[in-house]
């Protein structure tokens, strides 16, 4: 069918898009041995087209005479020797073989009424041009022999599913015998003619229907399948299993694909419904056709290549179109041929052609660290320079892999105090070299911690002590530990004036709020300061002790705020000694005021924690607001751990100044990182904690337990899952209380007798046999 | 125009070997086998390990049961013997055996199940390891295969929606080499397995039925040739003969089905269920809900869509209807399209009429193709 002219420079045939309208929807197509006609075939039409230079000639219309279903076919083939024989395949199953130089009108030389279904394809075999073959619907293949006018042989397989396409191995040596076939299961059989009862070979190659095959026309083992699944695939049948080396995903299910001649990785194809184009493929390149050729208003229905670039198709609007390389739609020309993708560790990668973007990747570039390479890729027709970028993020804001496992698994949320809580979590996150974070729970702890004084007793241990620890620390360590004790000092500064104006030392108190307005000022600078360097507490060494010896003092008069009775201790305090206390630690702060004030803060959060102070002038209006753009700050920064920590922490404390649907976010963004570490308890535990319906209930969907009783083994279906309803009795009480266990019930899988874990570790401490008296000798471990 | 069409002579030839009680149409089956009871229809067997998804899918083919709802199925602990031959065109017995108990105990009569069997589905699902259900297939296919060598084995790879393209196909190649090689060594290469992947969450398993229920028609060749008359003469792009009730084609014409043309269909079906359900029925309106009253004679349905694509559904009868996606261009001859329809609904009907007297059906058929010939050629040219 197909002809080669391999010398495409001296074409003889002119290289112009020809189109001629048949009237009526058209199936298939076939050329003649010299290409100078071919014959289109359809429900309604069945004519001879000449070819000619300047266009379509209309020849012979062989649908003349008594019409009937016969005419109608699905597929049409051309005798490659005999020139006036072609065979038609009609959709009530006939194979009618025509003869064009038959005298009469009608050409039709005799109809073969051998298959019980629609005969999808016919096609005649390359070298010996006597024989005929044909796949129809009702799963059977037959071999014709023209001569006799008979089937001379029936290929059946297996299975009774549709043929959808056959075609001969095109290689005269070693595929001479050989076809393929496509069918409606998707599976591929290759058959070998001498052979008639099974298949040399079978394979799946298509989930859904396999259209249409086509084996390539110089590689021997290549064959091109396509189907209903938007895949064209190309396989090696000579390896077993059969490999599928390279596959095209097309936009619509794939009707036809034929290769394109002397193009080894060019294919062409088309579609069974939607695109109306014909879809050239460089299988190199597999996403973007090659070439696309419009022409048709409806699907094309049959592809017929002339030479390298030259190929007709007839599709269901009726045209027969010649279509010519030089008219080829390139798609590939008009996308920006630029590609990104990210690595697991949040380096970006991107290349781009010469062309296009290079200013965009300067400036990303600018940011990051980027090292470029510029490979030469030779295009197939033009020269192009592309280059790759790829962007290392240097300081990396996601949460270092470790730390946030190990903070997730140690940050404790429930079951504490808020203070010890915040204190333990700040603990946590200091430890795994965290300042920010830890600096922040110690703010949420003093913070709410006093707001909420009236309800939140803290045993006065538990602040001191560790404060006091890291001020030990802080002279010899990191600068960073030094501001979260900064914080604490300074706050407890704060505590101190607020003791006072409650009017206690009224004597003192002018004073104080003088000194809190400066305090107020200074604040910026004394929280710089330790952020550069923590040379100025080691200086004036004595101002050192006397601030921690103030600390400690504030820390002694703050008890009165907790308990009532201890009134009396306060008392033990000297008021001249706080007094002191607070002079010096204000003298100290305008010294440090003096000597640094250049440094400003720097840090995002610094700005929550500086507030703070501002509580003595406006206190407790825009805290809740500050706590919550801190949040909001750690959740934009990629930090959800600390967000959503904090969050169930602080709990009420917070809750109504944020967005429930925020909130939702917040933890479902949580709970979707744990599960991608698989820390399947935290996320468990924070779902528990979660206080929103829609995320607290995540652990209640798609987990059901059902409880069966021991006794007559039917499930327990009542509001109690220890009482069985038919039996009446609690199903599994303990050996030894004899009391419902509604918690941990442990038994010995011996005698099924059990109870009460703490009962039963007791109870096998000191015995060894059932606590029932069954005898059994259970084995407690 | 003999040479065309020879309709009535293979479906004869194919009636004869089936089981004598294999009804098509409703009317003459009462009168034909009235007495006989159930037993003697042609069964359509679903087997495969428990969980495997069996009932589900009885439930979501035949009972309109959303794929959802599945989730909450119990196993099933005996045969559910589902005649669907009441409820709709098709008469098949779909038996539902439960996957854990074993099949071949001396007290199931296995020659009773597997005798009138005319196919057997066996489930396998693909998320699962599947090599303890090859093993209960091929015990399965050997047993069944010795009582009975008609039986067509369907082996449907179901909760495919799981799988990946790439895996779909691998598991299926996987399934098919393992299965067959394991017949091939126990010396039963006749016995062919059809392979489908299914999923209820999607159309294919209504395609996968459908296509098992076609093997078991013997008058499908007559009906697609039907259908391709239709559509050749009435400038139709597809059709299908639906089973309304369960949404399953019993023929449609020799182009290839696309997917997406199926679902069309089968959501028109739906619309045009649910409106008639709502408006087209008189006081009965709930007892007869039920076994899908609402469709009758006069029922059909224009949909025109923005595509320049007109769907067009006609009654058959009880129980079919004719679905068909024809451009808008076309749809201009709606006389034309009309008159053909009520040529091919006598002709189905004649169809069916042949099998009660297998002498008279061949003329009628020929009239029929002739009656639409002639009219088209009156309209086209």
Known sequence: MQQFVHDRVNSTKPEQHMSFNCEGPANALALNKDATMCVVAGRTVFRIVGIEDHGFVDRINLRVGKINLNYCAADVAWNHHDENILASAATNGSVVIWNLNKPNRSKQECVLTDHKRTVNRVIFHKADASILLSGSQDGTMKLFDIRKHAVSLTFTGKMSESVRDIQFCPHIGSGYFLFAAAYDNGNIQLWDMRRQDRCIKQFPAHTGPAFSLDWHPEEKEWLATAGRDKMIKVWDTTQNPERMIKSVQTIASVARVKWRPQRKLHLASASLLLDHHVNVWALGRPYIPFATFDGHKDVVSSIVWLDTHIFFTCGKDGYLVQHSFKDAKRPADSVIPSGVDMDLFGHVSHAFGERTGSKKASQAGGRFSFFSKTPDKGDLFTESHSDMYVHTTKHNLTLPFEGFIESAKRYKLSNLTFDALCDHNADIARRLNRPKVSSCWSVLHVLFCNKHLSHSMTPRTNSIAPSNDKQDNNKGTGKSQLTSTQDMNKVNVKDSTSDDSDGENSELENNLLVDSGLLNQQTDFFFGDGETDGLDYDNPTSSFDMLTKVDDDLLDYKLPYEAIQVRHELKTVSPEDLAAGHQTLVGEQKHNNMTDNQISPSEPEDENIINIPFKLDIPRISEPQIVVDMLKTFAQQGDIQSTVSMLIVLGDKIRPYIDEEVQEAWFQSYIEILGYYELWTVSAEIIKLCHIGQVSSLNQQSTTIHTYCSQCSRQILGKVGWLCEKCKIVTNSCSICHLPVRHMFIWCQGCCHGGHIDHIKDWFAVNNECPTGCGHMCQYT | ?381
């Not at chain 2, 059906?361 to 639409?372: A, F």
């Open chain 2, 1 to 381: 125009m003999h040479d065309s069409y020879t309709g009535g002579d293979q479906g004869d030839n194919f009636v004869g070997s089936f089981p004598k009680g294999f009804g098509y149409g409703p009317e003459e089956h009462d009168s034909d086998i009235g007495a006989s009871g159930g037993d003697e229809k042609p069964r359509i067997l679903l087997m495969g390990l428990r969980r495997s998804g069996k009932s589900s899918i009885q439930k979501v083919v035949f009972h309109k049961v959303s794929p959802n709802e599945t989730l909450f199925l119990e196993s099933t602990n005996k045969i559910v013997k589902d005649d669907v031959s009441n409820s709709s065109f098709v008469r098949f017995q779909i038996w539902d055996l439960p996957g854990h108990i074993d099949f071949f105990d001396p007290t199931f009569d296995s020659e009773n199940i597997f005798g009138g069997c005319g196919a057997l589905i066996f489930v396998i699902d693909a998320q699962d390891d599947y090599m303890e259900a090859l093993v209960r297939l091929h015990s399965t296919v050997e047993r069944a295969h010795k009582i009975n060598p008609n039986i067509k084995f369907e082996i449907f790879i179901h909760k495919v929606d799981g799988l990946l393209d790439d895996h779909k196909i691998e598991t299926q190649r996987d399934i098919h080499q393992r299965a067959c090689d394991d017949l091939e060594d126990a010396g039963l290469e006749k016995v062919s397995l059809s392979f489908h992947l299914t999923s209820i969450y999607d159309h294919s398993i209504f395609e996968a039925f459908s296509k098992v229920v076609q093997k078991l028609i013997p008058q499908l060749p007559i009906l697609e040739n039907l259908l391709n008359i239709l559509i050749s003469n009435s400038g139709i792009e597809k059709a299908f003969l639906f089973d309304v009730v369960s949404k399953i084609y019993i023929a449609t014409d020799s182009s290839p089905v696309d997917m997406q043309c199926y679902e069309l269909c089968c959501d028109m079906i739906d619309v045009v269920i649910d409106i008639s359900c709502i408006y087209g029925v008189d006081d009965v309106i709930l007892s007869r809900i039920r076994d899908d009253g609402a469709f009758d004679s006069q029922s059909a349905a224009i949909i025109k869509l923005n595509t320049n694509t007109v769907l067009y559904l006609r009654e058959v009868n009880k129980y079919l209807a004719l679905v068909c996606i024809l451009r808008e261009d076309n749809y201009e001859k709606q006389g034309l399209i009309d008159y053909n329809f009520q040529c091919f609904r006598k002709s189905i009907q004649e169809v069916f009429e042949v099998q009660q007297n297998s002498a008279a059906g061949n003329s009628n058929d020929v009239l029929m193709s002739n009656g639409i010939i002639d009219k088209s050629r009156l309209t086209k040219t």
